[in-house]
Nanobody, 121 residues
């Protein structure tokens, strides 16, 4: 089994910053993509940012220029640096990882439990 544990959420004022971490553990051969999603009350879960194993990234338009995703492949950990936070960024943030647990090509998607980010105006 693979577990993803997020940390770093909290309450911050508008214009502030937070850094989220997502650490994967368990039986892991390799991790392809890692991503951050968020879900605000009454809204669907949406992709915030994703990073491939080669370091290539993509971002939601709403966070481009403010958020930066990175990863440490040796530690199976992804990070999300969030700057210039706005009240509309308030949501539960979830980590997702696309994991190979054996040398075969088959991959499995895992989710973390989520961490709350609240931005006050």
């Amino acid at each position: 089994q693979v577990q993803l544990v997020e940390s770093g959420g909290g309450l911050v004022q508008a214009g502030g910053s937070l850094r989220l971490s997502c650490a994967a553990s368990g039986i892991i051969f390799s991790i392809n993509a890692m991503g951050w999603y968020r879900q605000a009350p009454g809204k669907q879960r949406e992709l915030v940012a994703a990073i491939q194993s080669d370091g290539s990234t993509n971002y939601a338009d709403s966070v481009k220029g403010r958020f930066t995703i990175s990863r440490d492949n040796a530690k199976f950990t992804a990070y999300l640096q969030m700057n210039s936070l706005q009240p509309e960024d308030t949501a539960v943030y979830y980590c997702n990882a696309d994991v190979r647990v054996t040398p075969t090509p088959r991959r499995y998607a895992y989710w973390g439990q989520g961490t709350q980010v609240t931005v006050s105006s």
